[in-house]
């Protein structure tokens, strides 16, 4: 089994169509997304209509759910997206469900498999990444027992293997890398072999100019920002 896993493309349609052409290479027999989908200046509707078209398995984030059933903190880019979609791409969005068993194995969950907004394995401290304490990261993979656990949500790309021997993936950000210091899209391919499932990292260039250019145009220079380098400005999004 040779599974493409996507996360947080925030309504970057230039990424993901670039992700999905590269994955169109890869021999994968499935593919499953990880939330945040729409939450971005890009071109979040275009994003919706290509979920909608590909009906992959997928999970809900954290935005997903701001932009849905209205706001946690006050993100200005959500309620822009909530009043971008049309009642088709809004249902759709309402329909994806929080956590989903793929195969039996395969666990997917946004940020943890008990919360949408909370970091799995890497944690900020200002633009530094780090990765979290390990009794914390087997703590919360603590009662999913599936070979792997797949989450999304920090925009970090990490493959870690668990005491155990459980694999956890996050594949990165397809749409929103903002402190890994390339504009890349990164998604990641999961593959189970006799010995075990493997993880490959990828990432795959696009034109980000052309997506930033459409954050500024919509006017969200530093989102645009973020776009051009994989950097996010110090005054954040
Ligand atoms: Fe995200």
Known sequence: MRVAVLSDVHGNLKA???????????GVEATVALGDFLSG?????????RFIELNMPSVRGNHDRYITDGREKDW????????MLDERQRQWLASVPATLLFEED??????????????????FVGPVVSLLD?????TEA?????????????HVPRSLRLSDGRLVVNPGSVGLPFEIGSPDARYAIIEQRRAGWNTELRAVAYDHAAAAKQALDRGYPRWAEALTWGWMSPRGL
């Open 16 to 26: 993901l169509d670039a992700v999905l052409e590269d994955i169109a290479r890869q």
């Open 41 to 49: 200046p890009s071109d979040p509707t275009g994003v919706a209509d």
């Open 76 to 83: 200005h880019i959500d309620t822009l997206v909530r009043g």
């Open 106 to 123: 395969v666990f997917l969950c946004h940020g943890t498999p008990r919360n949408d907004n909370a970091s799995f394995m890497d944690g």
């Open 134 to 138: 390990k009794d914390h990261i087997e």
């Open 142 to 154: 603590a009662g999913f027992d599936h070979e792997v656990l797949l989450c999304g949500h920090t």
